[in-house]
């Protein structure tokens, strides 16, 4: 795969997807930032598989930006694998994935957002996008009735095409500034 970002960045924050850079560039501008006068390109990867051609293209063998990003814990194997193969750092301890400018979401920036902001912070926002009854009716799946709330609001969010996409600048905007999960607030002020 190949990756471009805006030909006069000076850094690049790679995320896994779509929801991942629209939550990026929402925390960016709460926190007024100007990404474009700041030459920061916020790249989606389409799945932490493509990193290692991403961290080649931009990083010290490429066009030697700086680079920073927000990686899924479930993925931490494979972040590491990317940055053996692109020449960063073999073996890495998370401590050093972190000094790259590489952040680890638990389990992923959905959760860590859901954490945050509360569980009935988040059925607000799905309230205000006109996703709360589907939700309830989500809860009564029998496969998901006796989950903790959290859990069931994480795989709703996963569960309806383009819903992750629409939803993280609206929990980013109800985030209070104060308590933004630490990956979210790490990766901006890596770049």
């Not at 924050?13 to 925390?27: F, T, Y």
């Not at 932490?48 to 066009?63: D, H, I, K, Q, Y």
């Not at 680890?104 to 309230?127: A, H, K, N």
Request: include cysteine.
């Amino acid at each position: 795969m190949r990756f471009e970002a805006d030909e006069s960045a000076r850094a690049v924050i790679l995320v896994e997807g779509v929801s991942d850079r629209r939550a990026v560039e929402a925390l960016a501008a709460r926190r007024g930032r100007d990404f474009r006068m700041e030459r920061v390109s916020v790249l989606s990867l389409g799945g932490v598989t493509n990193m290692r051609p991403a961290l080649e293209a931009f990083g010290p063998s490429g066009l030697d930006l700086t680079i920073a990003g927000l990686y899924d814990a479930g993925e931490e194997p494979d972040v590491r694998r990317a940055m053996d193969r692109a020449g960063l750092g073999r073996d890495l301890a998370r401590g050093e994935i972190d000094a790259l400018g590489f952040y680890v979401c638990d389990p992923d920036l959905e959760g860590e957002l859901i954490r945050s902001l509360g569980d009935e912070m988040v059925e607000r926002v799905l309230e205000q996008h006109g996703e709360l009854d589907p939700f309830r009716t989500f809860q009564k799946q029998p496969e998901w009735r006796d989950r903790p709330v959290a859990d069931q609001l994480r795989r709703f969010m996963g569960s309806g095409s383009g819903r992750k996409i629409r939803m993280a600048p609206s929990l980013v905007d109800a985030l209070d500034l104060a308590h933004v999960p630490r990956p979210l607030d790490a990766v901006l002020s890596a770049v």
